[in-house]
């Protein structure tokens, strides 16, 4: 008896992995894939107001002017959530003469600086832009601005 019933479980255990199996395909060939878009980098120096504050820089605070020499870099980014997540890498490169001080990100978008050496005194970071996965659902947009500050 404890062979049959063991057979019988592994009949209705192999049915069931295929009947998910089945329906997983099923529901993954019907989602849309994740969008990306990120937008050229745009440029805004001294005496224009900083768009964000800037962790570990205390001269540079959202809304006050941009101190002389200081540069933020920023990108737009829309993430549209498919049936798989996906994120966005980036390199955010500082204008000539200028380098890496620090970075952030606005709205729905986080940013992660790739780069394992990212001191000050690089010219470019890779970034990558993300979003939370519990606030963003599939179907729904991310979208923010991922900064870099420079001087």
């Known amino acids: 008896m404890p062979r049959t019933r063991s057979r019988r ?5 192999c049915a069931g992995a295929l009947s998910f199996g089945l329906s997983a395909t099923a529901f993954a060939a019907g989602t849309a894939d994740t969008t990306i878009a990120v937008s050229p980098r745009v440029e805004i120096a001294a005496p224009d107001v900083s768009p964000a504050d800037f962790p570990g820089v205390a001269k540079v605070r959202r809304g006050e002017r941009l101190p002389r020499l200081w540069v933020v870099v920023s990108r737009d980014v829309r993430i549209k959530r498919g049936g798989e997540t996906a994120f966005a890498a980036m390199r955010m490169t500082c204008p000539k003469g ?10 729905d978008v986080i940013a992660s600086v790739l780069d394992r050496n990212a001191q000050s005194g ?4 890779l970034v990558m832009a993300s979003f939370s996965t519990n606030e963003i659902g599939q179907g729904e947009t991310a979208t923010g ?3 870099a500050l420079c001087r």
């Open 98 to 107: 200028k380098t890496w001080r620090s970075g952030t990100s606005s709205e």
């Open 145 to 147: 601005k991922v900064f």
């Open 122 to 125: 690089k010219r470019s970071v």
């Open 9 to 13: 479980a592994l009949a209705l255990a």
